[in-house]
T-cell receptor
Framework: TQLLEQSPQFLSIQEGENLTVYCNSS?????LQWYRQEPGEGPVLLVT?????EVKKLKRLTFQFGDARKDSSLHITAAQPGDTGLYLC???????FGAGTRLTVKP | SQTIHQWPATLVQPVGSPLSLECTVE??????LYWYRQAAGRGLQLLFY??????ISSEVPQNLSASRPQDRQFILSSKKLLLSDSGFYLC????????????FGPGTRLTVL
């Protein structure tokens, strides 16, 4: 079983601040996915990172896959209240998710 | 296009009562299907997955069971609910043999009293 650890567990910030959340494992992944889940809904895929060292940008969100493909980070620039949600990582091809980071962005 | 349905959306059941949650997928064939449970404010716990009709793999020993009577139908059941079964149940599908994204249903909020 490939265990994914996410940190921090909770994060509360003011609108306009920057933040980074992490997804770490002792195992190597062929690729890794990030999802966002809003209350009362199912998770929705944000991005899949495939290549070690890869950086993908989605508007104000920047995703990075570690060189060794064991870890990943998500950086949000100038966070907005609409970014509020639970951010989950999952090893693509695996069916298990990290425990998630619950982000709250206050206006 | 593909869609995934779950019902009911919410359910309140007494301890010891049976449970049946249904998930159906439209617009694709032979999907991999998954049941997850999510406790309040927590991550997703994989309960069951299925790669085909009648094929069920269980991840966590518990008083729940799953069945796949048809290609695009996945059912989660229990004979006797426990208080600890309360949670948000999510069904998901993925294309067979792919590492593509999982598509999640809207979920069922189960409260066991």
């Amino acid at each position: 079983t490939q265990l994914l650890e996410q940190s921090p567990q909770f994060l509360s910030i003011q609108e306009g601040e920057n933040l980074t959340v992490y997804c770490n494992s002792s195992s190597v992944f062929s690729s890794l996915q990030w999802y966002r889940q809003e209350p009362g809904e199912g998770p929705v895929l944000l991005v899949t990172v495939v290549t070690g060292g890869e950086v993908k940008k989605l508007k104000r969100l920047t995703f990075q896959f570690g060189d060794a493909r064991k870890d990943s980070s998500l950086h949000i620039t100038a966070a907005q209240p609409g970014d509020t949600g639970l951010y989950l990582c999952a090893g693509a091809g695996d069916m298990r998710f990290g425990a998630g980071t619950r982000l709250t962005v206050k206006p | 296009s593909q869609t995934i349905h779950q019902w009911p959306a919410t359910l309140v059941q007494p301890v010891g009562s049976p449970l049946s949650l249904e998930c159906t997928v439209e617009g694709t064939s032979n999907p991999n299907l998954y049941w997850y449970r999510q406790a309040a404010g927590r991550g997703l716990q994989l309960l069951f997955y299925s790669v085909g009709i009648g094929q069920i793999s269980s991840e966590v020993p518990q008083n729940l069971s799953a069945s796949r009577p048809q290609d695009r139908q996945f059912i989660l059941s229990s004979k006797k609910l426990l208080l600890s079964d309360s949670g948000f149940y999510l069904c998901a599908w993925r294309r067979t043999g792919s590492f593509d994204e999982q598509f999640f249903g809207p979920g069922t909020r189960l409260t066991v009293l």
